[in-house]
């Protein structure tokens, strides 16, 4: 079964064509980081009309990737949400056009799902039940997923999502946007105990997280001291980041031991990072508890993932609606 995934939730613009959902034939992604980057995160009318601009071309070199022409396919899946709303309005139309053109069935797939269900495209891929750390710009959360379709959510931040905190603090030391991959740089060279930056709602029993208050005290920090440079920078973004990989993986590999649950997957552009994919292995390990870590680009926002869900709704019986719309605020 060949599936068309198109993702259009935020600022990257992607399809991909995955067969029986375990295998990717193509996976295309367009970024829009020049687009943002001057405004410091992402302006939802710019990536709307980026998305109208970009969607028809990736959608053709992703098939012509998998060496596929549309009347090859068997499916199309489209994110449904949560997102932007025009964001996820240009997805959904195209879909419809591409399914007015051809005939083929389109389901609406929640972009959450689609994060939990990319680690179906490792080999290794874990069976249910797991929990998956959903860790983004938009999103922090942990799920239960206790068969494919089934999915109990454990908690979540209540306030900046992970990558949120992440983008504002780069921002306030100057660092390009998005800040994920340049504090993860610098902190390689840094001391993660320089500074003790706070960790809100810190009991493990407690499944949510709070990033509100980090992030406010690196900009006291830097009112009081200025935005530093050299190893004082490297130190600074080392204990900002032991900060965040801390709460996130002790709270997680908490919640494995206490549900009996012995399998973990991280996913979302966060699950990149690389002192929260080492810190949650190690605490893992300490309690036989196995971590999935997928690769890069099934981290971040792709098509394939929308594919392996939209597959995987389609084999447990979801059918189209004909009321399909989007919801920018949808949780599985």
């Known amino acids: 079964m060949r599936v068309l995934g198109l993702e259009t939730s935020c600022d990257e613009t992607a399809a991909a064509v995955v067969e029986d959902g375990r295998r990717a034939r193509s996976d295309v992604v367009s970024t829009q980081v020049d687009i943002h980057r001057r405004w410091g995160g992402v302006v939802p009318e710019l990536a709307s009309r980026n998305h109208v601009v970009q969607v028809l071309p990736v959608v053709d070199e992703a098939l012509a990737r998998a060496g ?3 009347e090859d396919l068997d499916l199309i899946a489209v994110t449904a949400g949560p997102g932007l709303l025009g964001a996820l309005l240009v997805g959904l139309q195209t879909a419809r056009g591409l399914a ?17 269900l990319a680690i179906r495209l490792v080999e290794d891929a874990p069976p249910p039940p797991f929990l998956g750390l959903v860790v983004s710009g938009g999103h922090t959360s942990l799920y239960l997923v206790e068969e494919l379709g089934s999915y ?4 979540s931040t209540r306030d900046d999502a992970a990558g949120e905190a992440y983008d504002k603090v780069a921002r306030l030391l100057g ?4 800040g994920g991959l340049p504090i993860d740089r610098l902190a390689q060279s840094g001391d993660p105990r320089a500074i003790r930056f706070p960790r809100a709602m810190n009991s493990p029993h407690d499944v949510d997280w709070s990033f509100s208050g980090l992030k406010t005290a690196v900009r006291d920090r830097v009112r009081a001291h200025g935005v530093p440079a ?5 130190d600074l973004c080392a204990s900002f980041q032991e900060a965040v990989a801390d709460t996130l993986s002790r709270k997680a590999v908490a919640a494995a031991r206490r549900l009996g649950v012995p399998r973990l997957v991280l996913c979302g552009g966060v699950a990149a990072n690389s002192r929260l994919r080492a810190l949650t292995a190690e605490r893992a390990a300490e309690r036989d508890i196995r971590v ?24 447990r ?8 719309g989007v919801d920018a605020a949808w949780r599985p």
Do not use: K
């Open 68 to 70: 596929v022409a549309l």
């Open 100 to 116: 007015a053109a051809t005939g083929f069935p389109v389901l609406g797939v929640n972009h959450l799902e689609g994060h939990l």
């Open 152 to 155: 109990r959510r454990l908690g």
């Open 175 to 178: 660092l390009p946007y998005p």
């Open 230 to 234: 050299g190893q004082a920078l490297a």
């Open 292 to 315: 999935y870590l997928p690769p890069a680009a099934l981290c971040t926002d792709n098509g394939a993932m929308i594919a392996v869900a939209g597959h995987e709704a389609w084999q």
């Open 317 to 324: 019986g979801v059918r189209p609606s004909a009321n399909l």
